[in-house]
């Protein structure tokens, strides 16, 4: 069976994961877990753990369950409480992380529960916040900052030592496809790339690296960014190997809802520039993998991940 590693956070991945866990292969999602907003942030900082919320996404994401389970998980409390905005499946993890002794033992336990076919891993064990450093020297602290002011950012890396696992390292070197998700590109795809130990791993790979890319901008992070705008950052961190296979959308998106969301929230869609991502040498694999479901955009999940496993199975 074929093995594919896959990095992220947050929607992207759990959009992508939702389609691959439908296929016959061997899927492991490595998730970061250096958020700090909403839910995620206060359970951090109050019970001194690792980011939750985006490791919770991803289980609902591969959990094969009844819609019912699933709603509960997703359930968020809403009554003015100490619980108010939590949703069920990060309080959880929270509990968990106390029985189990650390996030990676409480997620395999949740994985066993939601009956997850594929392993889902924490990027890392500790407390860690993203830093960002400006041109001037200027830190800012946590995601949501950095993600605010990106584009004063020159360099990523983390306010503490962090620990990867070995079981991580040896999922990347048994990889046959390592995939770097959409989503975020600096707060969800970026905090695994800046880690050595990762950078090492994926460099001593023979896996093709593909990259899943973005359908729409980021405000503040990636405004008017290109797909070969997302390949020139993600090569840059990568170094010295690069993204050997780009999949991006070919489809047009209707005109008004492209229109709303550029008025209220200031997204745009990513331009496919199939000249640059050639100067990159990259190979370009393009097709309808939009959808658009209740007047938002995503990807077809299905058709995606349709897509990455005929690459992968090329030459079979």
Do not use: W
């Amino acid at each position: 069976m074929k093995k594919i590693v896959v990095f992220g956070g947050g929607t992207g991945i759990s959009c992508l994961l939702s389609g691959l866990k439908l296929f016959p292969i061997d899927v492991t999602a490595i998730v970061a877990v250096s958020d700090d907003g909403g839910s995620t942030g206060q359970l951090k900082r109050e019970f001194d753990i690792p980011a939750v919320g985006d490791i919770g996404k991803v289980l609902i994401s591969m959990a094969n369950i009844d819609e019912d389970f699933k709603n509960l998980l997703s359930y968020r409390f809403t009554k003015e409480s100490s619980l108010e905005n939590h949703p069920v499946r990060n309080v959880m993890l929270t509990a968990l992380i106390d029985l189990k002794g650390n996030l990676t033992d409480a997620t395999k336990y949740m994985c066993k529960l939601l009956n997850v076919k594929g392993t889902i891993l924490p990027l890392m064990e500790e407390k860690a916040e993203l830093v960002g450093v400006g041109k001037h020297g200027k830190e800012y602290l946590g995601e949501e900052s950095v993600s605010q002011n990106i584009k004063n950012i020159r360099k990523l890396y983390y306010d503490r030592a962090v620990n990867i696992s070995d079981e991580i390292i040896q999922k990347i070197e048994e990889a046959d496809l390592i995939l770097l998700s959409s989503g975020s590109l600096y707060t969800s795809i970026l905090p695994h790339l800046i880690i050595p130990e990762i950078g090492k791993a994926i460099s001593g790979s023979h896996a093709p690296i593909m990259y899943v890319s973005n359908l729409v901008t980021q405000p503040g992070e990636t405004d008017d960014y290109t797909v070969s705008d997302h390949l020139k950052t993600l090569n840059k961190h990568l170094a010295p190997r690069k993204v050997d296979v780009v999949l991006a959308n070919n489809a047009k998106i209707d005109s008004k809802i492209v229109e709303k969301y550029s008025l209220l929230e200031q997204k745009k869609l990513v331009t496919l520039d199939k000249d640059k991502i050639e100067e990159y040498k990259a190979r370009l694999i393009e097709d309808k993998i939009v959808a658009v479901e209740n007047g938002t955009i995503r990807h077809n999940a299905m058709k995606t991940a349709y897509l990455i496993l005929s690459y992968l199975m090329e030459g079979e």
